[in-house]
């Protein structure tokens, strides 16, 4: 039924930039905090970013300033704004959506997404 589809991922320059977006469908979108995990090889899955139904936002520390996630309640989607793209940003980033979410435990999220590849050329 709710389904979070990932799309703009791909293979970019170091100090680059690329915009990530998430439809999702199946629930009452402006109802639900969103936000961005990723994960790399060999490495649990960590917080990205999170914005709340009022848009405030909230950053892991590592993208802090480089990052900017956003959202479109009439198209249902949530966005990920990435600026000086480096290879260590290099992961799988998935959507999350979480009714009540806390971002530093990945069991609050009620529903993921599969997930889109972002590789940062070196």
């Known amino acids: 039924q709710v389904q979070l589809v990932e799309s703009g991922g791909g293979l970019v320059q170091a100090g680059g930039a690329l915009r990530l977006s998430c439809a999702a469908s199946g629930l009452t979108f402006s109802r639900y905090p969103m936000g961005w995990f990723r994960q790399a090889p060999g490495k649990e899955r960590k917080f990205v970013a999170g914005i709340s139904w009022n848009g405030s936002t909230a950053y892991a520390d590592s993208v802090k300033g480089r990052f900017t996630i956003s959202r479109d309640n009439a198209k249902n989607t949530v966005y990920l704004q990435m600026n000086s793209l480096n290879s260590e940003d290099t992961a799988v980033y998935y959507c999350?959506?979480?009714?009540?979410?806390?971002?530093?435990?990945?069991?609050?999220?009620?529903?993921w997404g599969q997930g889109t590849q972002l590789t940062v050329s070196s």
């Open positions: 999350a959506a979480a009714l009540h979410p806390a971002w530093s435990d990945s069991r609050s999220i009620d529903y």
